[in-house]
Structure formats: C-alpha cells, structure tokens
C-alpha cells in the first residue's frame, strides 16, 4: 500500500508559477512510474507528465516546454514545476503511482487544487 499526499496548489494569475509536491509513505524504485495528472471540471482526467523506467518522461502536448516533472528518491518525492500557466491550466492535479510486478498496484493522491485566474 502507498498513500500520496499533494501539496503546493493554490491560486495563481496568468503567466505566474507554481511547483507542486507528492510525497509518497514509503519509498519508490526508480523503475516504477510516477505521474501527475489533472481533471478540470466537466471533463476526463488527463495526463499532465509522467516519469517511468528510471528517467523517461513524458509530458502531454499542453503543458510541453512549460512543465518539468521530477523526482527525489531519497525524500519519496515527486514534483511538478509549472510556469507560464493559463487559465486552461485549473484542475484539480492528482498524483499517480503505478509499481511494476511483481508487487503491482496504481495508487492515486487526494488531489491537489490549481486555479489560474486573474
């Protein structure tokens, strides 16, 4: 079992920044995914970035070149900086965890609001 815990949402104008936090109750292997993902309201919660395989990542088309994704082992931390946000930014963000085998499991954070708004 995993429990995650987002912090760091808040309410933020156009263009400015946020860095968000997921920290883990025990430690992940590197080789296991961690991501973060949003859903705004009315719509389908969507991938924001991912990290798997030890340094891969992956980011959705929206948040490429503004997002970075990172992790801290040692801390069982997981981040997300955004800059240049948007409007279309607001969501709740979720973070994920997805263990490889043979353990398994995809384990999801409470969630964490982000609200860009002037």
């Known amino acids: 079992q995993v429990r995650l815990v987002e912090s760091g949402g808040g309410l933020v104008q156009p263009g400015g920044s946020l860095r968000l936090s997921c920290v883990a109750s025990r430690s992940i292997s590197r080789f296991d995914t961690m991501g973060w993902y949003r859903q705004a309201p009315g719509k389908q919660r969507e991938l924001v970035a991912r990290m798997s395989s030890g340094s891969i990542t992956t980011y959705a088309d929206s948040t490429k070149g503004r997002f970075t994704i990172s992790r801290d082992n040692a801390k069982n931390t997981l981040y997300l900086q955004m800059n240049s946000l948007k409007p279309e930014d607001t969501a709740v963000y979720y973070c994920?965890?997805?263990?490889?085998?043979?353990?398994?499991?995809?384990?999801w954070g409470q969630g964490t609001q982000v609200t860009v708004s002037s």
């Open positions: 994920n965890v997805i263990i490889m085998p043979p353990t398994g499991g995809n384990y």
